[in-house]
């Protein structure tokens, strides 16, 4: 091709509208929902996030759901309910975001990183055990990117060893593990709602657990401690004297947020069709160029696909940030492959093992653009810039 030709090919490219990585799939239903919230007078935690954390623990199997204001302050009341503090170990995953590591801090605990498997993005029996010391106290075990962890031995593990499992989910909401949605049979497990998730709030998360004292004390964490919601307190015909029983949080979920989730809620079974078509394409037309390898479902579950990323091998010929500029270029929104908490400045001080799955997958994967409304076209243009970059 001229140097002409490659000129308007170039140009013509620059002019198509930019393809985002990822879009919430947000309507006028939720707009009403959220305006009907307001209107009520009532928009703070009150009957929508109750009647949300309802809905929400009923799809992932579980008997109580706690709202709280992020993905990260789930994790943190999980900890707190699981017993966990100062001197204890909690073993995570380096390959996540830095928050799964973040909160054994908050809790005055020392995170451990074990390796994950390079085709799923998750710890696994081994790489947790590796990790074990007369320290561990909890687990946390991520379903990274959407894609389920093998949860039976898993649990099987933490149980022998007398250690406590908590399960990051925030990617994971509809994802499935033999034939059950991720979060059946969870001790504790942390969900996020915030706009790169498949179901999002704006900000927000939730806790579910099958225990109705943990569900109990959570719900009194995320509101300073106090025994008896400010709700409850307004819905009283009688004043009523709160105290204040621990030390606790501003973790709450506004009804605004709630009334959001629940339309996000009903969407969920279609926004997941929708990514598995879309993932399945990805992986039919990329089967083929050498030295790219397409994230997957594993043989004993099913993903969401809230992230659908490739990891290039040592055959692709350009390098990952190579691709993620030529892509750049032709108007595709990547992000890097998931980070790894012990490269990240804030854990310089961490004397992290060896973890070379993790580092392999953080710095050889891409994150391609999946989403609702996503058209062939789009995919297309994703498609042949990795075509491309490969010499296919």
């Not at 204890?88 to 020392?110: H, K, M, Q």
């Not at 799923?120 to 379903?143: D, M, Q, S, Y």
């Not at 492959?337 to 400045?345: F, S, Y």
């Amino acid at each position: 091709m001229s140097v002409v030709a490659n000129t308007a090919v170039a140009t013509e490219i620059a002019d198509l509208p930019k393809i985002p990585v990822m879009v919430p799939w947000l309507g006028e239903e939720e707009a009403e929902a959220a305006a009907s919230a307001v209107r009520s007078g009532w928009v703070a935690q009150g009957p929508r996030v109750a009647e949300f954390e309802r809905a929400f623990a009923a799809q992932v199997g579980a008997a109580h759901g706690v709202a709280v204001s992020s993905g990260t302050t789930a994790l943190h009341l999980g900890l707190v309910v699981l017993g966990v503090g100062a001197g204890d170990e909690v073993v995570v995953p380096s390959l996540s975001f830095i928050a799964t590591a973040n909160v054994a801090r908050y809790v005055g605990a020392t995170p451990v990183f074990a390796d994950i498997d390079e085709a799923t993005g998750n710890l696994t029996p081994k790489t947790i055990e590796a990790a074990l010391t007369p320290r561990t106290r909890a687990v946390i075990l991520v379903h990274q990117g959407g894609v389920p962890a093998d949860l039976e031995p898993i649990r099987e593990l933490c149980r022998q060893r007398d250690v406590a499992l908590l399960e990051d989910a925030a990617c994971a909401a509809g994802s499935r593990y033999r034939g059950l949605p991720v979060g059946a049979g969870a001790q504790v497990a942390a969900w996020s709602f915030h706009p790169r998730k498949l179901l999002t709030t704006g900000e927000g998360g939730m806790v579910t657990t099958d225990d109705p004292e943990w569900a109990t004390r959570m719900r009194r964490l995320r509101e300073h401690g106090m025994n008896v919601s400010a709700a409850d307190r307004h819905a009283s015909a009688k004043p009523v004297l709160e105290a204040y029983l621990e030390t606790g949080f501003n973790y709450r979920m506004t009804d605004i947020q709630a009334a959001v989730g629940l339309v996000q809620l009903t969407k969920l079974a279609a926004t997941i069709t929708e990514r598995r078509e879309l993932a399945a394409r990805y992986q039919r037309e990329l089967a083929g160029v050498p030295g790219l390898v397409p994230v997957a479902d594993p043989g004993y579950g099913e993903t969401n696909y809230q992230s659908f990323w490739v990891r290039l091998t040592e055959a692709f010929p350009v390098s990952r940030d190579e691709l993620l500029d030529r892509l750049s270029e032709a108007g595709v929104s990547a992000r890097r492959g998931i980070m790894a908490a012990h490269l990240e400045p804030a854990y310089a001080d961490v004397q992290a093992p060896a973890l070379p799955a993790t580092e392999a997958l953080s710095l050889n994967s891409l994150i391609l653009p999946v989403f609702h409304g996503m058209t062939a076209g789009q995919q297309d243009r994703v498609l042949a810039v990795l075509k491309a970059a490969a010499g296919a």
